[in-house]
């Protein structure tokens, strides 16, 4: 157990349709990650956020957006959802935005778009 | 930009056998380097790191040395079990740059008894 919690762990939802992704960092942690793994693309960071700042932006599309809150958890918003959407979506943290820091993976949050 | 290739699976093995997963790398600056290990169903885990050149990671049996001469990193094991059967990815992370870690596209091994 990493101590990175997601939810939730699987979801199925329409094309079209918007969806919340929950991550509760490790205990002590500031910095945030989300990364979304798929078939063809494989793991690509997405947005990283530290101590409620954006700090960092990858290959995030326009319909998806993200925030952390004050208590450090942080939500993936995706909305006007599309088949390719449909992917495994990684939170991770780490202890700070040093690059010496591990940083942690949570189990997944599994989208299915239908 | 920043990258990392790895050997293209799936790998097979029996157990017992002797595992070299390949994995380089291109940087833009100085990397530390990761591998992550992906079981069936579960999340990724961290399985070791490695900071600086001819530092060795390893857990569980598992080694992978840092070689900048090379830009390289190749994850081994010497005795393999059905246990070990997952994906295993390596990364990259440039030091004093954007946190990001850069994956590779990872590497499928199975393991049979």
């Known amino acids: 157990d990493s101590g990175v919690t997601q939810t939730p762990k699987h979801l199925i939802t329409a094309t079209g349709q918007r969806v919340t992704l929950r991550c509760s960092p490790r205990s002590g942690d500031l910095s945030v990650y989300w990364y979304q793994q798929s078939l063809d693309q494989g793991l690509q960071f997405l947005i990283q956020?530290?101590?409620?700042?954006?700090?960092a932006k990858g290959n995030i599309l326009e319909r998806f957006s993200a925030q952390q809150f004050p208590d450090l958890h942080s939500e993936l918003n995706l909305s006007s959802l599309e088949l390719g959407d449909s992917a495994l979506y990684f939170c991770a943290s780490s202890v700070s935005a040093s690059s010496g820091n591990t940083i942690y993976f949570g189990e997944g949050s599994w989208l299915t778009v239908v | 930009g920043d990258s990392v290739t790895q050997m293209e699976g799936p790998v097979t093995l029996s157990e017992e056998a002797f595992l070299t997963i390949n994995c380089t790398y291109t940087?833009?600056?100085?990397?530390?380097l990761f591998w992550y290990v992906q079981y069936p169903g579960e999340g990724l885990q961290l399985l070791l790191k490695?900071?600086?050149?001819?530092d060795k990671g390893s857990n569980k049996g598992f080694e992978a040395t840092y070689r900048k001469e090379t830009t390289s990193f190749h994850l081994e094991k010497g005795s393999v079990q059905v246990s070990d059967s997952a994906v295993y990815f390596c990364a990259l992370k440039i030091q004093g740059g954007s946190e990001k870690l850069v994956f590779g596209k990872g590497t499928k091994l199975t393991v049979n008894p």
């Open positions: 490695a900071t600086k050149a001819d």
């Open positions: 956020y530290y101590n409620g700042e954006e700090r």
């Open positions: 940087a833009t600056g100085y990397p530390s």
